[in-house]
């Protein structure tokens, strides 16, 4: 069981920054990545960002350069810098956790979401 409660969005102006955060808690050491993923209304679910147990990090194109993932072991918290922010990335974004089963998969966990609008 691990549990995730998502803080950080919220309405800026484009070129504006938010920073969102992840608090896990439960399990925790059985998660094996983290991530970020993004939802528009009528549109498929998006990942974002992630990053291993080992710091490596992916981003998708759309992002990079302006978004950082980051975690911080202490706090079991994953953070996701966005800078430079565009009206195209206005969207629910919900952490995710992803935890290795015996047989092989994973499971997920989910966040509530919090809404990031940018306005033009």
């Known amino acids: 069981q691990v549990q995730l409660v998502e803080s950080g969005g919220g309405l800026v102006q484009a070129g504006g920054s938010l920073r969102l955060s992840c608090a896990a808690s439960?399990?925790?050491?059985?998660?094996?990545?983290m991530a970020w993923y993004r939802q528009v209304p009528g549109k498929q679910r998006e990942l974002v960002a992630a990053?291993?147990?080992?710091?490596?990090?992916n981003y998708v194109d759309s992002v990079k350069g302006r978004f950082t993932i980051s975690r911080d072991n202490a706090k079991n918290t994953v953070y996701l810098q966005m800078n430079s922010l565009k009206p195209e990335d206005t969207a629910v974004y919900y952490c995710?956790?992803?935890?290795?089963?015996?047989?092989?998969?994973?499971?997920?966990?989910w966040g509530q979401g919090t809404q990031v609008t940018v306005s033009s």
């Open positions: 995710n956790a992803k935890r290795a089963v015996p047989g092989g998969g994973y499971v997920d966990y």
């Open positions: 439960g399990n925790i050491f059985s998660i094996n990545a």
């Open positions: 990053i291993t147990s080992g710091s490596t990090t």
